[in-house]
């Protein structure tokens, strides 16, 4: 039972660095999700997703890029890595809208921007 | 703006005694709440949820109180158990807005 995989579990990034991340579901869900978690913050919304072909701006979306060419799959990009960049990022996805529906999360990616 | 807020970073109780986990917010458009559980290294998983047209929701330990009129929302553990303890994330949402907000969470610990 996979649910969502997010790779890679671990990186370290330099400033200016470029680096994708890559989030799979195998539950057939429309919706999926990009997260960033910090200390004292929660999560905040990068980008979201509602169907193969279609992403949208989150709360947070400066400094990130994603794309969505496959239904089950979700990719994060970071285009020049900024230490503010430095965080765990959490892919999730969900059977309908995620105001109306739980979230399924991965278990995390920790990038360290130095 | 934090729109949902945690205000206890932390909470620690004894097994077998009661969790009371709180939670504020203010988007007064904010009309469905949920709990989430995390253990270290894992993401988030759903505990419970509920609509703003309900004011008490249950599933077994577990219960969720909403006051509107206070915009604060609880989440009621009894009986406590040390495999309860875990950050606790409080999340809402406006009607079929995808932008759901999450607290910052409440680390819980249950002492045996």
């Known amino acids: 039972n996979a649910g969502v995989t997010q790779t890679p579990k671990f990186r370290v990034l330099k400033t200016g660095q470029s680096m994708t991340l890559l989030c799979a579901q195998d539950m057939n869900h429309e919706y999926m999700y990009w997260y960033r978690q910090d200390p004292g913050m929660g999560l905040r919304l990068i980008h979201y997703?509602?169907?193969?072909?279609?992403?949208a701006k989150g709360e947070v979306p400066d400094g990130y890029n994603v794309s969505r060419l496959k239904k089950q799959n979700f990719l994060l990009g970071l285009e020049s890595a900024a230490p503010s960049q430095t965080s765990v990022y959490f892919c999730a996805s969900s059977r309908r809208q995620g105001g109306t529906g739980e979230l399924f999360f991965g278990e995390g990616s920790r990038l360290t921007v130095l | 703006d934090q729109q949902v807020k945690q205000n206890s970073p932390s909470l620690s109780v004894q097994e077998g005694r009661i969790s009371i986990l709180n939670c504020d917010y203010t988007n007064s458009m904010f009309d469905y709440f949920l709990w989430y559980k995390k253990y270290p290294a894992e993401g988030p998983t759903f505990l419970i949820s509920i609509s703003s047209i309900k004011d008490k929701n249950e599933d077994g330990r577990f219960t969720v109180f909403l006051n509107k009129s206070a915009k604060h929302l609880s989440l009621h553990i009894v009986p406590s158990q040390p495999g309860d303890s875990a950050v606790y994330f409080c999340a809402a949402s406006a009607g079929n807005n995808n932008d759901m907000r999450f607290g910052a969470g409440t680390r819980l610990t249950v002492k045996p």
């Open positions: 997703s509602v169907g193969e072909g279609t992403t």
